[in-house]
């Protein structure tokens, strides 16, 4: 929302809001990304050994997967807190604008479209 600020006519103050939640947010993701790297590490660890219960290796892989999910929220999170700092014509600006895009976002991520040969 923050690269749009000038197409949206961002106030000073929703300005201000949308950079402190985006700094929450990468505090946040910084965390989980430390955590979710720490357990991977500890799976490693567990698939290494001479004798691994697989109990042990599911509640890893649950704990590792329930962290991408809960950062995954928060991301989710954050963009709703985000809109709601927008008023309707600027919401509707911003989905003109994502619509308008000439790449598909998916999860943060940009993808080109496929070329034509």
């Keep these: 929302m923050l690269r749009y600020h000038e197409e949206l006519n961002l106030s000073p103050n929703q300005v201000q ?29 567990l698939l290494r050994a001479d004798s691994v219960g697989l109990e042990q290796l599911k509640a ?13 929220f928060a991301r989710l999170r954050t963009i709703q807190q985000g809109k709601a700092l927008l008023s309707p014509e600027q919401q509707n600006r911003l989905e003109a604008l994502l619509g308008d895009s000439r790449y598909s976002r998916v999860e943060g991520k940009t993808f080109s479209p496929p070329t034509e040969n």
């Design 17 to 45: 809001n949308l950079e402190t939640l985006r700094d929450e947010f990468q505090r946040e993701a910084i965390r989980y990304d430390a955590d979710i790297r720490i357990a991977e590490l500890d799976l490693q660890k």
């Design 60 to 72: 890893k892989l649950q704990e590792i997967e329930h962290l991408k999910s809960e950062l995954r």
